[in-house]
């Protein structure tokens, strides 16, 4: 028979107060059980949003007397369902469960599951049977609870002297380190039943581990985690992951045990139970109680693991060539962009042009133009533009119009020129390394990236043939990430923000002061986070302390305590104070001087063949006209 749930809304005109609902009232002995069960329910579990989820282990006799009863105590103050929880409902996180004897509680435990129950939330276990206060089946009972990490949970038993014990078990304690201790906290009876004396639902159930060894996943990923390996074969975690979790093992008083994942797979992937690798399946196969080495929150990991609140916010980027070294020539053309040397070029041409038909012309225009006694017009413009002296000067109007436009115009360009060749002399000898993801997709350089990371291109299916997975190993992806200071200019490689940041602050001296240069785009943000088995009572206890560091401003301080972040800042600035040339600086110029000296002699050459060669004297006599 299928029991539909039955959800009971009790309104009343006249609701009474809270406080009046909970003052001890003359009890008997067969009112004692409903009357305590009311009065818990009331006191601790009532919920702005969720109802009192109530199973039952039988639906008559004195079991089914004690629900009816309890209900009616209730006043209608509280939502209550029962039967089993609708599919697609949210979790219950407020249980009540009805037993005739504690051996029943299997049956009901059969039908959980964590989508429909909460197993951070509060539990009550009433036990309708009469049975001895000295019962042998509590510490099974609480194993069975612990298995399914149901923490937050008292157990009542009504006993044949007409008391109700109230039993509960911690899990840590002094001798006991994962494992059930039975503790009984209250006793009530007919004269005293005020559940306000003890608080049997403590808002932290759990509040230290008692020095009690818990086993963590995880691996080194630098800066997130750095290893310190002992000589005694232990590693102690560093970096500002590190630095939390020894934080947090220090608040909560565990002692941290750190499990590697096998096959060097790092991170691995995640899917259902048997089918995942790395640190996730060490996590889903319960060898390890969390894990924590840059774990970024995923939706498909959230699926099979619990994440807890995150940490820390970065960015997914690339890391990218240096870029192309300048050679010595390529160098002087910088200070101009091209538009400029193209019109120049156009200036220049022109000159040639008219420098060319004129020789044609016969002497009195050449006059007219060039003005009386002037000779070789070409020579003198290119002379002016490097800053020489021309003389005869021309005498007439035209001419001298035309020398002083000339003039001014070479003047401008070559003191634009020389003021800006001194700057980018001393300036980064190579091309910019690349700045946008679009500059990279055009690029023909090939992707270097751990596995997990190709879910960011899943809209970019052209670049899979130049996608390289880098192996998993010790600090494979940030040996990498060093490597492309000096290393590579053939690929690109996918990394945190952070990994360079660490580089830049504390390897670059090795590798000679070179910096890792990234893209200014990102790909992604990423939260990063705390991975916990899917019904972990970890999370609630780990991510208080956490909040508390984060509104603390710790874990930023950490971060950019292991990281240079304005790296970025200081190399789009260039520049910086002035520094003496160097003959480096000035290749170029020597490089032109050397080809002029090779071109003067190459004139001098065909000038001394000229002599015996009558057509070749004839081009030159016309080229100095």
Known sequence: MILWPLVVFCAVWEMPSTQAALEPAEATAATLLP?????ILLHYFRH?????????????????????????LLRGQCAVSLGPVPDGATARTRNVLFLDDLAALWQILAEFSSGRNDYSGRYLLVVTGDIDSDTADLPGVFEELWERNIVDVNVLVRCQDATVLVYTYRPYSPSHCGSPSVERVACFDGASRNVRVVNLYPRHRITSFHNCPLQVGTFEVRPYTIFDRKADGSIEVGGFEGDLLQLLAQRLQFRINVTLPPNRMEWGVVGPKGNSTGVMRLLQDGKVDFVIACMAMDVTRNLYLKPGIAHLSSRVVFSVPPGRPYSAFEKLFRPFRRNIWVGLSVYLAGVLLTVGGLSCASPPVRAFVYGDGVRMPLLNA???????SVLPVPVRNFPRTLFILWLLFTFVIR????????????RSATYPPLATLDEVYRS???YHMVSIAMRFFVDKPEIGPRVHFIPPGLNSLASMVAGMSDRYDDRVVLCPLDIVAYHN????RTLGGKP???TRDSITRFPVTIYYQPKSLLTNVFDREVRKLDQSGLMHFWVRNYGDYDFQTRLEGGGGDPKKLTNSHLAGAYQIFVVALLLSVLVFVVELVSVRVRSLRIVLDFCIR
């Open 415 to 426: 003191t634009v020129y020389q003021g800006s060749l001194y700057l980018y002399l001393q």
């Open 48 to 72: 702005s949003f969720q109802p009192l989820q109530i199973y039952q282990s039988s639906r008559t006799g004195e079991q089914g007397d004690v629900v009816g009863a309890v209900v009616r």
């Open 382 to 388: 290119l002379y002016l533009l490097f800053g020489g």
């Open 516 to 518: 890792i240069h990234v």
């Open 444 to 446: 023909t350089l090939e």
């Open 35 to 39: 009357t305590v069960v009311s009065d």
């Open 505 to 508: 602050r504390f390897r670059k």
